[in-house]
């Protein structure tokens, strides 16, 4: 079986953990490098999470610190959500592990150059990859995928109302990334909502496991559980990074998907971080004749409106077994 190469960009909190798992574990991936960006936890925090979870797996896969701020706007982590450590707060040892030399831009930068073809999973804010892409354009073209866990298309968000957690935290560099020209896939937050949260019967059937695996993933995102129930009244725990995950190493776990204009407001606090998918293709209209001019000066991206929810299920499953 020919290996997929993948770089990983991540705000290591307990969802983004699971799905590093997944990805570390699924047969045709070579990961070839995490890196880190501030978001869920601060950047040195997802750091820490994101050694000690490779180490749970026994993987030996680089991990860069990378951008510990927003472009442009203050820091804002999620620890109502993930805990204080991100990991739910179980008082998990530090990793024996230490993080690779240099910065997550440049490791970026060089990763992808180094692999042609790579795919590119992003399960934090944007910082990185549009440093990434301001500094070297040119490694657009090199991305076969960029599965982006961000946004929410033409619904409700989780941050604001407007708004998914991720965009919301840098805008701005939500904005550079989705006009860079990289070939994304938004995979947006509601795709974990409903009968594809983790279901108090799915955590149950995780646990029986009795693996290291399952256990961590199933005590790390404790916070996360109570936290889903209490903000949008779902039936069990979201995560959207393994979902995003799954469609990154299987892209039939999508099931329907369409090419859509998708612009992020900046400007306004109402809406910031808002993913305004242009669903009915409004930006050719004459009347819009602006918006279209920048519209198709970056072209369409791959919004995924809906996912194959046992075949999501079994993908967790079988990480964790």
């Known amino acids: 079986m020919s290996q997929r190469s993948m770089i990983i960009d991540t705000d290591t909190a307990s969802d983004d953990a699971v799905a590093i798992i997944m ?53 804002t982590h999620a620890h109502w959500f993930h805990g204080i450590n991100g990991l739910g707060d179980v008082d998990y040892p530090p990793a024996k592990r230490s993080l690779t030399p240099g910065h997550g831009v440049d490791a970026m930068i060089e990763t992808i150059k180094a692999n042609p073809g790579i795919i590119l999973v992003t399960l934090g804010p944007l910082t990185n990859v549009a440093l990434a892409v301001s500094q070297a354009p040119e490694i657009a073209a090199l991305v076969s995928r960029c599965v982006v866990m961000g946004g929410a298309a033409c619904t409700i968000g989780n941050v604001v109302p407007a708004a998914e957690y991720n965009v ?20 947006g937050w509601e795709l974990c909502r409903g009968t594809a949260n983790a279901l108090p019967e ?8 009795g693996t290291v695996l399952g256990d961590f993933a199933v005590d790390s995102n404790r916070r996360a559980f109570e936290a889903t129930q209490k903000q949008s009244g779902d039936p069990g725990l979201g995560l959207p990074d393994p979902v995003a995950m799954a469609i990154a190493l299987d892209p039939a776990v999508c099931t329907r998907s369409s090419q859509h204009y998708v612009e992020v407001e900046t400007q306004s606090e109402l809406t910031r971080g808002m993913t305004i998918v242009d669903q009915f293709d409004l930006t050719t209209d004459e009347r819009n004749v602006d918006l279209w001019r920048q519209a198709h000066a970056t072209g369409k991206i791959s919004v995924c409106w809906e996912i194959d929810v046992p075949r999501w299920k079994a993908m967790l499953f079988n990480a964790l077994r």
């Not at 990805?23 to 925090?45: E, H, M, Y």
């Not at 919301?168 to 995979?187: K, Q, S, T, Y």
């Open 202 to 209: 799915d955590m149950a059937h995780i646990r029986s496991f």
């Open 168 to 187: 919301w935290c840098d805008p701005e560099a939500a904005r550079m990334v989705f006009h860079a020209g990289l070939p994304i896939e938004m995979v």
């Open 23 to 75: 990805a570390l574990r699924w047969d045709d991936i070579d990961v070839k490098a995490i890196t880190i960006v501030s978001g869920n936890v601060p950047a040195q925090q997802g750091a820490a999470n994101a050694l000690y979870t490779t180490e749970l797996c026994g993987s030996s896969v680089p991990v860069y610190l990378g951008a510990e701020k927003p472009l442009i706007r203050p820091r």
